[in-house]
């Protein structure tokens, strides 16, 4: 069974501070998602890397694909209360079921 | 365009009731996935359909689940007899072509 593990759980900072949140697996995906989610609502698709080493950028966040497709960060600079939700980081797709990590719960206080 | 629609939003029941959750997928849309999502299990696949037909079903937890797609624009999940641990939130979700998966609000359910 493949698992993602994802960290921290919780993180709880002030607005304008930099983040990274981790999500690690020991199995190898074709490709690795971020979702987010807000209370009440569905995930969210972010972006989707593909290739080893792949990093996307999307205004404030960065998402970073391990070399070895195993493991993947989402980094969010000077972040912001809009940025306060649920992480998800979720493996496979296309073909493949996507298989998802618990999720990192991001608190951004003004 | 309207998105994935679930309904009902929230479902509260007694232990032992029947419990019906439906979804009306994005048109044009051939794959559909139902999910739970609880604090404890995070995300889980139950089952998905690919135009209609159930593909993968190993994540449904036992005989008292059960999805049905009777087209490409309904899917409903039925849970029968339903339990306290069944208490979560049940995502929808379709995709075209296996590709980005969109999903509903949810149903937030609770069995008591």
């Known amino acids: 069974t493949q698992l993602l593990e994802q960290s921290p759980q919780f993180l709880s900072i002030q607005e304008g501070e930099n983040l990274t949140v981790y999500c690690n697996s020991s199995s190898v995906f074709s490709s690795l998602q971020w979702y987010r989610q807000e209370p009440g609502e569905g995930p969210v698709l972010l972006v989707t890397v593909v290739t080893g080493g792949e990093v996307k950028k999307l205004k404030r966040l960065t998402f970073q694909f391990g070399d070895a497709r195993k493991d993947s960060s989402l980094h969010i600079t000077a972040a912001q209360p809009g940025d306060t939700g649920l992480y998800l980081c979720?493996?496979?797709?296309?073909?493949?079921?996507?298989?998802f990590g618990k999720g990192t719960k991001l608190t951004v206080n003004p | 365009d309207a998105g994935v629609i679930q309904s009902p939003r929230h479902e509260v029941t007694e232990m032992g009731q029947e419990v019906t959750l439906r979804c009306k997928p994005i048109?044009?849309?051939?794959?559909l996935f139902w999910y739970r999502q609880t604090m404890m299990r995070g995300l889980e696949l139950l089952i998905y359909f690919n135009n209609n037909v159930p593909i993968d079903d190993s994540g449904m937890p036992e005989d008292r689940f059960s999805a049905k797609m009777p087209n490409a624009s309904f899917s409903t999940l039925k849970i029968q007899p339903s339990e306290p641990r069944d208490s979560a939130v049940y995502f929808c979700?379709?995709?075209?072509?296996?590709?980005?998966?969109?999903f509903g609000p949810g149903t937030r359910l609770l069995v008591l």
């Open positions: 979700a379709s995709s075209s072509l296996g590709e980005t998966q969109y």
């Open positions: 979720a493996g496979g797709g296309g073909s493949e079921k996507l298989v």
């Open positions: 048109s044009g849309h051939d794959y």
